[in-house]
């Protein structure tokens, strides 16, 4: 398989719930991203990770806990999730010094319940 | 506050004539622009950029033009398609100095109408 994959493509989870979304990058890129859309705002940047380090954290609360173990993968942690956290999670990648030009994934429509 | 802005939520268009997007920015390090263009159910994909010692960059039916004095790019599609149908983001780069990281705007539905 080609390109940028997340799975699940929808989720619905209660406020207690733990649940990871996955994101799996076939490109050789070095440089992965999780980015928030909700309704009718502009994409928000939430981590960056850049040869598997995290580079970035932009404010995002502890309830979101991301995972990088290569370079091909990506992980975001869920737990104790609220009804505002609803939302497409998008998850991008690029390469480290050209990293303008990112390549998304389909989503994960998330539903907190 | 956005850094960078699409104004209009939503564009209509008849088939055959030119489809027009707008995009403004406020921050002046921002040094490189990107437009994406988004379908139903997928991530947004990758359509043209430019570069800010550039003003005009073509791509076969589509051309963005940035007046970096007035902190505005535009997208043209023309003839738009019924196939352009789609939200289209504007996103800029503060370059190196910024991390690379792009700033997108809240996307622009377009609707091509046969």
């Known amino acids: 398989e080609t390109g940028v994959t997340q799975t699940p493509r929808h989720l619905v989870m209660g406020m207690t719930n733990k649940k990871s979304l996955k994101c799996e990058q076939h490109l050789g890129h070095n440089a992965m991203y999780w980015y928030k859309q909700s309704a009718k705002k502009p994409l928000e940047l939430m981590f960056v990770?850049?040869?598997?380090?995290?580079?970035e954290n932009n404010s995002v609360p502890s309830r979101f806990s991301p995972e990088c173990p290569n370079s091909s993968h990506l992980f975001l942690h869920l737990h104790t999730l609220q009804p505002e956290d609803s939302a497409l999670y998008l998850c991008?990648?690029?390469?480290?010094?050209?990293?303008?030009?990112?390549?998304f994934g389909p989503g994960t429509r998330l539903t907190v319940t | 506050d956005q850094q960078v802005k699409q104004n209009s939520p939503s564009l209509s268009v008849q088939e055959g004539r030119i489809s027009i997007l707008n995009c403004d920015y406020t921050n002046s390090m921002f040094d490189y622009f990107l437009w994406y263009k988004k379908y139903p159910a997928e991530g947004p994909t990758f359509l043209i950029s430019?570069?800010?010692?550039?003003d005009k960059n073509e791509d076969g039916r589509f051309t963005v033009f940035l007046n970096k004095s007035a902190k505005h790019l535009s997208l043209h599609i023309v003839p738009s398609q019924p196939g352009d149908s789609a939200v289209y983001f504007c996103?800029?780069?503060?370059?190196?100095?910024?991390?690379?990281?792009?700033?997108f705007g809240a996307g622009t539905i377009l609707r091509v109408k046969s």
């Open positions: 430019i570069s800010s010692i550039k």
């Open positions: 996103a800029a780069s503060g370059g190196m100095e910024y991390g690379n990281k792009l700033v």
């Open positions: 990770y850049s040869l598997e380090e995290r580079v």
């Open positions: 991008a990648s690029g390469l480290r010094d050209r990293d303008y030009e990112q390549y």
